[in-house]
Protein backbone atom coordinates (compact mmCIF):
# COMPACT_ATOMS: atom_id res chain seq x y z
CA UNK A 1 0.00 0.00 0.00
CA UNK A 2 3.19 2.30 0.56
CA UNK A 3 3.85 1.94 -3.18
CA UNK A 4 0.42 2.89 -3.95
CA UNK A 5 -0.13 5.76 -2.12
CA UNK A 6 3.45 7.72 -1.69
CA UNK A 7 3.81 10.61 -3.70
CA UNK A 8 6.76 9.57 -6.03
CA UNK A 9 8.06 13.40 -5.73
CA UNK A 10 8.24 13.11 -2.39
CA UNK A 11 10.08 9.70 -2.79
CA UNK A 12 13.59 9.39 -4.98
CA UNK A 13 13.56 6.27 -6.20
CA UNK A 14 17.04 5.37 -5.48
CA UNK A 15 15.56 5.20 -1.54
CA UNK A 16 13.23 2.29 -3.08
CA UNK A 17 14.79 0.64 -6.19
CA UNK A 18 16.16 -2.20 -3.99
CA UNK A 19 12.67 -3.02 -3.04
CA UNK A 20 11.75 -3.49 -6.45
CA UNK A 21 14.45 -6.10 -6.70
CA UNK A 22 12.79 -9.69 -7.94
CA UNK A 23 14.70 -12.85 -8.76
CA UNK A 24 14.93 -14.21 -11.90
CA UNK A 25 15.85 -17.27 -13.55
CA UNK A 26 19.24 -17.82 -15.34
CA UNK A 27 17.61 -16.52 -18.74
CA UNK A 28 16.08 -13.27 -17.29
CA UNK A 29 12.75 -14.26 -16.70
CA UNK A 30 10.66 -13.87 -13.79
CA UNK A 31 10.67 -16.50 -10.76
CA UNK A 32 7.99 -15.00 -9.25
CA UNK A 33 4.98 -12.71 -11.00
CA UNK A 34 1.14 -11.47 -10.20
CA UNK A 35 -1.62 -13.87 -10.77
CA UNK A 36 -3.19 -12.48 -13.10
CA UNK A 37 -0.01 -12.60 -15.02
CA UNK A 38 0.60 -15.73 -14.90
CA UNK A 39 -3.19 -16.67 -16.15
CA UNK A 40 -2.64 -15.12 -18.97
CA UNK A 41 1.12 -16.78 -19.41
CA UNK A 42 -0.41 -20.38 -19.17
CA UNK A 43 -3.47 -19.17 -21.84
CA UNK A 44 -0.38 -18.23 -24.63
CA UNK A 45 1.51 -21.36 -24.16
CA UNK A 46 -1.69 -23.07 -25.27
CA UNK A 47 -0.97 -21.57 -28.46
CA UNK A 48 2.47 -20.59 -28.76
CA UNK A 49 5.95 -22.66 -28.07
CA UNK A 50 7.49 -21.69 -24.41
CA UNK A 51 10.23 -20.53 -26.42
CA UNK A 52 8.13 -17.43 -27.87
CA UNK A 53 6.29 -16.69 -24.46
CA UNK A 54 8.38 -14.47 -21.62
CA UNK A 55 7.17 -13.44 -18.68
CA UNK A 56 9.47 -10.95 -17.44
CA UNK A 57 10.08 -7.54 -14.64
CA UNK A 58 9.82 -4.39 -16.03
CA UNK A 59 13.89 -3.66 -15.78
CA UNK A 60 14.06 -6.97 -18.03
CA UNK A 61 11.79 -6.24 -20.92
CA UNK A 62 15.24 -5.32 -22.81
CA UNK A 63 16.21 -9.11 -22.94
CA UNK A 64 12.84 -9.97 -24.62
CA UNK A 65 11.81 -7.00 -26.69
CA UNK A 66 13.31 -7.25 -29.96
CA UNK A 67 12.70 -7.05 -33.97
CA UNK A 68 10.56 -10.63 -33.53
CA UNK A 69 8.43 -9.20 -31.02
CA UNK A 70 4.89 -8.61 -31.57
CA UNK A 71 3.18 -7.83 -28.14
CA UNK A 72 3.80 -7.01 -24.71
CA UNK A 73 0.77 -7.58 -22.01
CA UNK A 74 1.02 -5.26 -19.12
CA UNK A 75 -0.39 -5.55 -15.87
CA UNK A 76 -1.91 -2.56 -13.86
CA UNK A 77 -2.69 -2.04 -10.71
CA UNK A 78 -2.80 1.52 -10.27
CA UNK A 79 -1.51 2.89 -13.67
CA UNK A 80 -2.85 6.88 -13.50
CA UNK A 81 -2.81 7.02 -9.63
CA UNK A 82 -6.96 6.99 -9.12
CA UNK A 83 -7.12 3.73 -6.64
CA UNK A 84 -8.85 3.83 -3.43
CA UNK A 85 -5.96 4.06 -1.27
CA UNK A 86 -4.42 6.76 -3.36
CA UNK A 87 -7.47 9.02 -2.42
CA UNK A 88 -6.02 9.56 1.16
CA UNK A 89 -2.46 8.34 1.42
CA UNK A 90 -1.60 10.36 -1.53
CA UNK A 91 -3.46 13.46 -1.33
CA UNK A 92 -2.72 13.84 2.30
CA UNK A 93 0.40 15.14 1.12
CA UNK A 94 -1.21 17.98 -1.30
CA UNK A 95 -1.83 18.60 -4.60
CA UNK A 96 -2.79 15.16 -6.84
CA UNK A 97 0.65 14.25 -6.66
CA UNK A 98 1.29 10.87 -8.67
CA UNK A 99 1.97 7.92 -6.24
CA UNK A 100 4.84 5.73 -6.86
CA UNK A 101 3.10 2.76 -8.70
CA UNK A 102 1.44 5.07 -11.23
CA UNK A 103 5.03 6.46 -11.62
CA UNK A 104 6.67 3.23 -11.95
CA UNK A 105 3.97 1.84 -14.39
CA UNK A 106 4.65 5.00 -16.88
CA UNK A 107 8.67 3.59 -16.81
CA UNK A 108 7.23 0.63 -18.21
CA UNK A 109 5.48 2.24 -20.92
CA UNK A 110 8.11 4.26 -21.59
CA UNK A 111 10.71 1.48 -21.85
CA UNK A 112 13.43 2.37 -24.53
CA UNK A 113 12.69 -1.39 -25.44
CA UNK A 114 9.14 -0.52 -25.98
CA UNK A 115 9.68 2.92 -27.98
CA UNK A 116 12.37 1.09 -30.56
CA UNK A 117 10.71 -2.17 -31.72
CA UNK A 118 7.19 -0.84 -31.03
CA UNK A 119 5.62 -3.94 -30.39
CA UNK A 120 1.56 -3.90 -29.79
CA UNK A 121 0.97 -3.50 -26.34
CA UNK A 122 -2.42 -5.10 -24.38
CA UNK A 123 -2.59 -3.72 -21.19
CA UNK A 124 -4.95 -5.45 -18.58
CA UNK A 125 -5.16 -5.40 -15.05
CA UNK A 126 -7.30 -4.40 -12.21
CA UNK A 127 -6.49 -0.89 -13.35
CA UNK A 128 -7.07 -1.16 -16.57
CA UNK A 129 -9.74 0.90 -16.63
CA UNK A 130 -8.01 4.08 -15.37
CA UNK A 131 -6.87 4.49 -18.98
CA UNK A 132 -9.88 4.71 -20.74
CA UNK A 133 -11.13 6.99 -18.41
CA UNK A 134 -8.28 9.26 -18.11
CA UNK A 135 -7.72 8.83 -22.20
CA UNK A 136 -3.91 8.23 -21.90
CA UNK A 137 -3.55 5.85 -24.47
CA UNK A 138 -1.30 7.73 -26.31
CA UNK A 139 0.51 9.24 -23.69
CA UNK A 140 1.30 5.75 -22.21
CA UNK A 141 1.60 4.06 -25.62
CA UNK A 142 -1.15 1.79 -25.08
CA UNK A 143 -2.38 -0.02 -28.07
CA UNK A 144 -5.46 -2.44 -26.58
CA UNK A 145 -7.07 -2.06 -22.94
CA UNK A 146 -8.70 -5.27 -21.63
CA UNK A 147 -11.23 -4.34 -19.13
CA UNK A 148 -12.66 -6.89 -17.06
CA UNK A 149 -11.53 -10.72 -16.55
CA UNK A 150 -9.67 -11.82 -19.70
CA UNK A 151 -9.77 -15.68 -20.04
CA UNK A 152 -12.00 -15.36 -23.10
CA UNK A 153 -10.44 -12.74 -25.09
CA UNK A 154 -6.78 -12.87 -24.44
CA UNK A 155 -5.75 -15.67 -26.81
CA UNK A 156 -7.38 -13.68 -29.82
CA UNK A 157 -6.01 -10.89 -29.30
CA UNK A 158 -2.23 -11.74 -28.59
CA UNK A 159 -3.36 -13.57 -31.84
CA UNK A 160 -4.21 -10.35 -34.26
CA UNK A 161 -0.97 -8.56 -32.72
CA UNK A 162 0.85 -11.90 -33.82
CA UNK A 163 -0.97 -11.47 -37.95
CA UNK A 164 -0.11 -7.41 -37.76
CA UNK A 165 -3.94 -6.87 -37.21
CA UNK A 166 -5.47 -3.72 -35.75
CA UNK A 167 -6.76 -3.95 -32.55
CA UNK A 168 -9.42 -2.34 -30.62
CA UNK A 169 -8.87 0.18 -28.34
CA UNK A 170 -10.97 -0.88 -25.33
CA UNK A 171 -12.13 -4.24 -25.07
CA UNK A 172 -14.82 -5.36 -22.74
CA UNK A 173 -14.23 -9.20 -21.70
CA UNK A 174 -17.53 -11.03 -21.18
CA UNK A 175 -17.45 -12.76 -17.84
CA UNK A 176 -15.54 -16.38 -17.92
CA UNK A 177 -17.62 -19.29 -17.24
CA UNK A 178 -16.62 -21.71 -14.46
CA UNK A 179 -15.08 -24.02 -17.62
CA UNK A 180 -12.65 -21.16 -19.02
CA UNK A 181 -11.22 -21.24 -15.74
CA UNK A 182 -7.46 -21.10 -15.51
CA UNK A 183 -5.21 -22.71 -12.78
CA UNK A 184 -1.35 -21.11 -13.73
CA UNK A 185 1.37 -23.84 -12.98
CA UNK A 186 3.42 -21.61 -11.78
CA UNK A 187 4.32 -19.11 -8.66
CA UNK A 188 2.46 -16.62 -8.53
CA UNK A 189 3.21 -13.31 -5.99
CA UNK A 190 2.79 -13.72 -2.28
CA UNK A 191 1.47 -17.50 -3.52
CA UNK A 192 -1.76 -16.52 -4.44
CA UNK A 193 -4.45 -19.01 -5.46
CA UNK A 194 -8.02 -18.27 -6.46
CA UNK A 195 -10.14 -19.63 -4.32
CA UNK A 196 -13.70 -17.95 -5.16
CA UNK A 197 -15.02 -15.71 -7.95
CA UNK A 198 -18.02 -12.91 -6.90
CA UNK A 199 -19.42 -11.88 -4.43
CA UNK A 200 -23.47 -11.60 -3.80
CA UNK A 201 -23.46 -9.13 -1.45
CA UNK A 202 -24.23 -6.47 -4.21
CA UNK A 203 -22.67 -3.63 -2.76
CA UNK A 204 -23.23 -0.57 -4.74
CA UNK A 205 -19.45 0.64 -4.78
CA UNK A 206 -18.55 -2.65 -6.06
CA UNK A 207 -17.47 -4.41 -9.19
CA UNK A 208 -16.97 -8.45 -8.37
CA UNK A 209 -20.32 -7.93 -6.73
CA UNK A 210 -21.71 -8.23 -10.15
CA UNK A 211 -19.54 -11.64 -11.11
CA UNK A 212 -20.71 -14.89 -11.74
CA UNK A 213 -20.04 -16.09 -7.81
CA UNK A 214 -18.80 -19.59 -7.85
CA UNK A 215 -15.51 -21.79 -5.79
CA UNK A 216 -12.86 -23.27 -7.52
CA UNK A 217 -12.53 -26.89 -6.85
CA UNK A 218 -10.49 -27.96 -4.00
CA UNK A 219 -8.26 -30.21 -6.35
CA UNK A 220 -7.31 -27.61 -8.82
CA UNK A 221 -6.67 -25.45 -5.92
CA UNK A 222 -4.03 -28.10 -4.78
CA UNK A 223 -2.82 -28.29 -7.49
CA UNK A 224 -1.77 -24.14 -8.17
CA UNK A 225 -0.85 -25.12 -4.18
CA UNK A 226 2.06 -27.93 -5.04
CA UNK A 227 3.34 -25.68 -8.10
CA UNK A 228 3.71 -22.56 -5.67
CA UNK A 229 5.70 -24.88 -3.48
CA UNK A 230 7.77 -26.28 -6.67
CA UNK A 231 9.20 -23.24 -7.28
CA UNK A 232 10.20 -22.62 -3.95
CA UNK A 233 7.32 -20.60 -2.82
CA UNK A 234 6.47 -21.10 1.05
CA UNK A 235 3.45 -18.69 1.40
CA UNK A 236 0.14 -19.69 -0.32
CA UNK A 237 -2.59 -16.94 -0.37
CA UNK A 238 -6.26 -18.28 -1.23
CA UNK A 239 -7.88 -15.01 -2.27
CA UNK A 240 -11.55 -14.31 -2.68
CA UNK A 241 -13.80 -11.52 -1.95
CA UNK A 242 -15.09 -12.92 0.69
CA UNK A 243 -13.78 -16.66 1.89
CA UNK A 244 -17.00 -17.28 3.73
CA UNK A 245 -18.66 -18.18 0.82
CA UNK A 246 -16.43 -20.68 -0.56
CA UNK A 247 -18.11 -24.00 -1.20
CA UNK A 248 -21.58 -22.06 -0.07
CA UNK A 249 -24.95 -23.22 -1.35
CA UNK A 250 -28.16 -21.62 -0.70
CA UNK A 251 -28.26 -19.10 1.07
CA UNK A 252 -24.89 -18.19 0.36
CA UNK A 253 -24.44 -16.44 3.71
CA UNK A 254 -24.48 -19.45 5.85
CA UNK A 255 -20.84 -20.37 5.32
CA UNK A 256 -19.92 -24.44 4.68
CA UNK A 257 -18.11 -25.45 7.82
CA UNK A 258 -16.93 -28.15 6.29
CA UNK A 259 -15.71 -27.41 3.26
CA UNK A 260 -13.72 -24.10 4.29
CA UNK A 261 -12.08 -26.44 7.16
CA UNK A 262 -11.35 -29.10 5.21
CA UNK A 263 -9.47 -26.46 2.22
CA UNK A 264 -7.23 -24.73 4.84
CA UNK A 265 -6.64 -28.30 6.58
CA UNK A 266 -5.52 -29.32 3.04
CA UNK A 267 -3.15 -26.42 1.96
CA UNK A 268 -1.92 -25.75 5.39
CA UNK A 269 -0.81 -29.50 4.86
CA UNK A 270 1.21 -29.35 1.85
CA UNK A 271 4.82 -29.82 2.97
CA UNK A 272 6.59 -26.60 1.81
CA UNK A 273 3.58 -24.20 2.68
CA UNK A 274 5.40 -22.50 6.30
CA UNK A 275 2.18 -19.57 6.02
CA UNK A 276 -1.12 -19.17 4.89
CA UNK A 277 -3.03 -15.64 5.47
CA UNK A 278 -6.27 -14.72 5.13
CA UNK A 279 -7.90 -13.24 2.27
CA UNK A 280 -10.59 -10.36 2.45
CA UNK A 281 -14.12 -11.57 4.26
CA UNK A 282 -17.33 -10.25 5.68
CA UNK A 283 -17.93 -9.53 9.06
CA UNK A 284 -21.47 -11.30 9.79
CA UNK A 285 -20.55 -15.03 9.07
CA UNK A 286 -18.47 -14.56 12.25
CA UNK A 287 -22.07 -14.36 14.27
CA UNK A 288 -23.55 -17.01 12.28
CA UNK A 289 -20.91 -19.46 12.79
CA UNK A 290 -18.56 -18.53 15.87
CA UNK A 291 -17.06 -22.04 16.02
CA UNK A 292 -16.34 -21.96 12.65
CA UNK A 293 -13.39 -19.21 13.46
CA UNK A 294 -12.82 -20.98 16.22
CA UNK A 295 -11.32 -23.69 14.07
CA UNK A 296 -10.11 -21.68 11.10
CA UNK A 297 -7.82 -20.24 13.98
CA UNK A 298 -6.62 -23.65 14.88
CA UNK A 299 -5.54 -24.49 11.46
CA UNK A 300 -3.76 -21.48 10.85
CA UNK A 301 -2.49 -19.60 13.96
CA UNK A 302 0.47 -21.88 13.59
CA UNK A 303 1.10 -20.90 9.84
CA UNK A 304 0.39 -17.36 10.25
CA UNK A 305 3.76 -14.57 10.08
CA UNK A 306 1.84 -11.81 12.14
CA UNK A 307 2.74 -11.35 15.42
CA UNK A 308 1.51 -8.92 18.37
CA UNK A 309 1.57 -8.78 21.66
CA UNK A 310 -2.30 -8.45 22.16
CA UNK A 311 -2.44 -12.28 20.94
CA UNK A 312 -3.33 -15.01 23.36
CA UNK A 313 -1.82 -17.61 20.93
CA UNK A 314 1.49 -18.96 22.58
CA UNK A 315 3.67 -17.73 19.69
CA UNK A 316 1.43 -14.14 19.83
CA UNK A 317 0.35 -15.21 15.93
CA UNK A 318 -2.61 -13.59 14.99
CA UNK A 319 -5.09 -13.31 11.52
CA UNK A 320 -5.58 -10.33 9.61
CA UNK A 321 -8.79 -10.44 7.54
CA UNK A 322 -9.40 -7.75 4.99
CA UNK A 323 -13.02 -6.90 5.71
CA UNK A 324 -14.72 -3.70 4.95
CA UNK A 325 -17.23 -1.91 7.01
CA UNK A 326 -17.04 1.17 5.41
CA UNK A 327 -19.32 3.10 7.42
CA UNK A 328 -21.19 3.42 11.09
CA UNK A 329 -23.84 4.62 9.89
CA UNK A 330 -27.29 1.86 9.14
CA UNK A 331 -28.83 4.87 6.99
CA UNK A 332 -26.02 4.89 4.72
CA UNK A 333 -25.12 1.03 4.69
CA UNK A 334 -28.30 0.53 3.58
CA UNK A 335 -28.52 2.29 0.93
CA UNK A 336 -24.91 1.64 -0.09
CA UNK A 337 -24.49 -2.13 0.83
CA UNK A 338 -27.31 -4.04 2.62
CA UNK A 339 -26.20 -7.44 1.67
CA UNK A 340 -23.29 -6.97 3.80
CA UNK A 341 -25.43 -7.25 6.95
CA UNK A 342 -26.99 -10.85 5.72
CA UNK A 343 -28.53 -12.53 7.46
CA UNK A 344 -29.25 -9.82 9.68
CA UNK A 345 -30.69 -6.53 9.18
CA UNK A 346 -28.90 -3.95 8.15
CA UNK A 347 -30.67 -1.89 10.60
CA UNK A 348 -28.66 -3.70 13.19
CA UNK A 349 -25.40 -2.66 11.44
CA UNK A 350 -23.30 -1.36 14.29
CA UNK A 351 -24.66 -4.07 16.83
CA UNK A 352 -23.67 -7.18 14.00
CA UNK A 353 -19.95 -5.07 13.85
CA UNK A 354 -19.55 -4.89 17.34
CA UNK A 355 -20.75 -8.64 17.97
CA UNK A 356 -18.60 -10.23 15.16
CA UNK A 357 -15.37 -8.07 16.15
CA UNK A 358 -15.51 -9.57 19.77
CA UNK A 359 -16.09 -13.19 18.26
CA UNK A 360 -12.78 -12.63 15.87
CA UNK A 361 -10.65 -10.98 18.66
CA UNK A 362 -11.90 -13.69 20.96
CA UNK A 363 -10.10 -16.18 18.22
CA UNK A 364 -6.73 -13.92 18.09
CA UNK A 365 -8.61 -12.46 14.55
CA UNK A 366 -7.52 -8.79 14.43
CA UNK A 367 -9.05 -7.38 10.89
CA UNK A 368 -7.97 -4.96 9.06
CA UNK A 369 -11.22 -2.96 8.34
CA UNK A 370 -11.37 -0.60 5.36
CA UNK A 371 -14.13 2.60 5.85
CA UNK A 372 -15.27 4.65 3.02
CA UNK A 373 -15.27 8.45 3.34
CA UNK A 374 -17.56 10.88 1.26
CA UNK A 375 -19.93 8.16 0.07
CA UNK A 376 -22.43 9.73 -1.95
CA UNK A 377 -25.32 11.13 0.10
CA UNK A 378 -22.99 11.27 3.46
CA UNK A 379 -24.28 13.70 6.05
CA UNK A 380 -22.84 14.98 9.71
CA UNK A 381 -25.07 12.63 10.94
CA UNK A 382 -23.32 9.65 9.05
CA UNK A 383 -19.83 10.89 10.22
CA UNK A 384 -21.27 11.12 13.98
CA UNK A 385 -22.20 7.79 13.89
CA UNK A 386 -19.25 6.25 12.15
CA UNK A 387 -16.76 8.02 15.04
CA UNK A 388 -19.67 6.30 17.69
CA UNK A 389 -18.85 3.07 15.83
CA UNK A 390 -14.97 3.58 16.45
CA UNK A 391 -15.68 4.66 20.17
CA UNK A 392 -17.65 1.29 20.78
CA UNK A 393 -15.10 -0.44 19.35
CA UNK A 394 -11.75 1.43 21.10
CA UNK A 395 -11.32 -1.78 23.25
CA UNK A 396 -10.86 -4.24 20.77
CA UNK A 397 -8.15 -4.60 18.59
CA UNK A 398 -8.90 -3.69 14.85
CA UNK A 399 -6.56 -1.97 12.25
CA UNK A 400 -8.09 0.63 10.34
CA UNK A 401 -8.06 1.71 6.79
CA UNK A 402 -9.78 4.36 6.16
CA UNK A 403 -10.29 5.96 2.02
CA UNK A 404 -11.95 8.76 0.60
CA UNK A 405 -14.89 7.53 -1.62
CA UNK A 406 -13.36 5.92 -4.94
CA UNK A 407 -15.90 5.55 -8.47
CA UNK A 408 -15.56 2.41 -9.89
CA UNK A 409 -15.80 1.63 -13.18
CA UNK A 410 -19.01 -0.97 -13.83
CA UNK A 411 -20.50 -0.39 -10.32
CA UNK A 412 -24.01 1.29 -9.66
CA UNK A 413 -21.74 4.37 -7.67
CA UNK A 414 -19.46 4.85 -11.28
CA UNK A 415 -20.72 8.26 -11.68
CA UNK A 416 -20.08 9.33 -8.51
CA UNK A 417 -18.29 12.13 -7.15
CA UNK A 418 -14.82 12.13 -6.37
CA UNK A 419 -13.70 13.47 -2.89
CA UNK A 420 -10.89 15.39 -2.79
CA UNK A 421 -8.72 15.73 0.77
CA UNK A 422 -9.30 19.90 0.68
CA UNK A 423 -13.33 19.25 0.81
CA UNK A 424 -13.15 17.48 3.84
CA UNK A 425 -15.04 18.60 6.31
CA UNK A 426 -13.63 18.53 9.94
CA UNK A 427 -15.68 15.08 10.98
CA UNK A 428 -14.06 13.61 8.23
CA UNK A 429 -10.56 14.62 8.99
CA UNK A 430 -11.15 13.71 12.86
CA UNK A 431 -12.94 9.80 11.81
CA UNK A 432 -9.47 9.42 9.52
CA UNK A 433 -6.84 10.47 11.70
CA UNK A 434 -8.72 9.00 15.06
CA UNK A 435 -8.63 5.60 13.17
CA UNK A 436 -5.29 6.17 12.51
CA UNK A 437 -4.66 6.37 15.97
CA UNK A 438 -6.36 3.85 17.00
CA UNK A 439 -4.25 1.90 14.73
CA UNK A 440 -0.97 3.07 15.30
CA UNK A 441 -1.54 2.23 19.02
CA UNK A 442 -2.20 -1.88 18.14
CA UNK A 443 0.28 -1.64 15.43
CA UNK A 444 3.04 -0.01 16.56
CA UNK A 445 4.12 -1.71 19.61
CA UNK A 446 7.80 0.18 19.64
CA UNK A 447 7.27 3.05 22.07
CA UNK A 448 9.87 4.93 19.82
CA UNK A 449 8.45 4.04 16.79
CA UNK A 450 4.92 4.84 17.36
CA UNK A 451 6.33 8.38 19.33
CA UNK A 452 7.99 9.34 15.94
CA UNK A 453 4.58 8.57 14.21
CA UNK A 454 3.03 11.57 16.60
CA UNK A 455 6.02 13.53 16.08
CA UNK A 456 5.86 13.48 12.74
CA UNK A 457 2.06 14.51 12.28
CA UNK A 458 2.95 17.01 14.88
CA UNK A 459 5.86 18.23 12.63
CA UNK A 460 3.68 17.71 9.23
CA UNK A 461 0.83 19.52 10.33
CA UNK A 462 2.97 23.31 10.86
CA UNK A 463 5.25 22.54 8.33
CA UNK A 464 2.63 21.59 4.93
CA UNK A 465 -1.04 20.10 6.80
CA UNK A 466 -2.46 23.48 8.12
CA UNK A 467 -1.92 25.38 4.60
CA UNK A 468 -2.87 22.40 2.33
CA UNK A 469 -5.84 20.75 3.83
CA UNK A 470 -7.11 24.16 5.94
CA UNK A 471 -8.34 24.71 9.50
CA UNK A 472 -10.52 21.75 10.18
CA UNK A 473 -7.25 19.67 9.64
CA UNK A 474 -6.12 20.85 12.99
CA UNK A 475 -7.61 19.35 15.95
CA UNK A 476 -8.08 15.77 14.60
CA UNK A 477 -4.18 15.86 13.19
CA UNK A 478 -3.74 16.62 17.18
CA UNK A 479 -5.30 14.18 18.47
CA UNK A 480 -3.07 11.45 16.45
CA UNK A 481 -0.20 13.28 17.20
CA UNK A 482 -0.92 12.42 21.30
CA UNK A 483 -2.08 16.17 22.71
CA UNK A 484 -3.99 15.38 25.33
CA UNK A 485 -7.78 14.95 25.08
CA UNK A 486 -8.82 17.18 27.77
CA UNK A 487 -6.91 19.99 25.27
CA UNK A 488 -9.16 18.71 22.39
CA UNK A 489 -12.39 18.05 23.88
CA UNK A 490 -13.77 21.25 23.01
CA UNK A 491 -13.19 21.21 19.39
CA UNK A 492 -13.73 17.92 18.27
CA UNK A 493 -17.16 15.70 18.58
CA UNK A 494 -15.56 12.36 19.91
CA UNK A 495 -14.85 12.72 23.38
CA UNK A 496 -11.96 10.10 23.33
CA UNK A 497 -12.14 7.45 26.68
CA UNK A 498 -14.98 9.44 28.47
CA UNK A 499 -18.21 7.69 28.85
CA UNK A 500 -19.12 3.80 29.57
CA UNK A 501 -16.66 1.18 28.76
CA UNK A 502 -18.97 -0.24 26.48
CA UNK A 503 -19.51 -4.31 25.73
CA UNK A 504 -16.82 -6.26 26.65
CA UNK A 505 -16.18 -9.33 24.91
CA UNK A 506 -18.47 -11.91 25.84
CA UNK A 507 -20.41 -9.30 27.72
CA UNK A 508 -23.69 -10.54 26.54
CA UNK A 509 -25.06 -13.01 23.86
CA UNK A 510 -25.53 -11.59 20.38
CA UNK A 511 -29.57 -12.04 19.53
CA UNK A 512 -29.64 -10.01 16.71
CA UNK A 513 -32.59 -11.48 14.56
CA UNK A 514 -31.86 -12.64 11.09
CA UNK A 515 -33.93 -11.61 7.71
CA UNK A 516 -35.48 -15.06 7.16
CA UNK A 517 -38.96 -15.79 7.76
CA UNK A 518 -38.54 -14.38 11.54
CA UNK A 519 -36.04 -16.79 12.78
CA UNK A 520 -33.30 -16.84 14.91
CA UNK A 521 -29.66 -16.99 13.58
CA UNK A 522 -29.27 -20.19 15.11
CA UNK A 523 -32.69 -21.75 13.49
CA UNK A 524 -31.69 -20.38 10.69
CA UNK A 525 -27.88 -21.71 10.44
CA UNK A 526 -29.13 -25.02 11.48
CA UNK A 527 -31.99 -25.41 8.34
CA UNK A 528 -29.33 -24.92 6.06
CA UNK A 529 -26.68 -26.86 7.05
CA UNK A 530 -26.40 -29.80 4.78
CA UNK A 531 -24.26 -32.16 7.39
CA UNK A 532 -23.31 -31.53 10.93
CA UNK A 533 -19.99 -29.81 10.96
CA UNK A 534 -17.62 -32.51 12.75
CA UNK A 535 -16.15 -30.24 14.70
CA UNK A 536 -19.24 -29.12 16.37
CA UNK A 537 -22.26 -27.95 14.20
CA UNK A 538 -22.93 -24.24 13.36
CA UNK A 539 -23.21 -22.48 16.35
Not at 131 to 146: K, P, Q, S, T, Y
Not at 249 to 274: H, I, M, Q, R, T
Not at 406 to 432: C, H, N, V, Y
Request: aromatic share 10%.
Amino acid sequence: MVFASVPAQFAPRRFYRKNLTQPVNPDGTAIVMPYGTRVVEAILLRHYPPEDVAVCHPDNLHLFVGPRTRAVGVSTHNPIGVAFSTGVYSNIFGGTARPINAYETERVFRNPALRKYRPKVIVGGAGSWQIERMDAFDRLGADCVVIGRGESVIADLFQMADEGQPLPRVVRAPEPSLEQLVIPAKRSTFGIVEMTRGCGRQCAFCSPTLETRFSVRPDLLLEAVKANVRDGGRVIFPVSEDIFIYGAGAPFYVPNADALVDFYESVAAVKGVDYVPLSHATIAPALVNPHLIQELSRILLTKSVLRNPASTHPEKTFLAPLIGIETGSARLAALTMAGKALPFDIRDWQDIVVEAIQVLNRNNWFPVCTFMVGLPGETDDDMKQSLDLLHRLRHNTVLYVPSLFTPLEDTRMAGGPTLKSRALTKLQWEFILTAWRQSLDFAVVRKRSNLAWKLGMYGFYYARGRWVHGPQFKYPAMRFAGVPEEKLAPHLYLKWGSGEDGESAGARQPRLVAKHAGTTIEELARAHASQPFSAGGPA
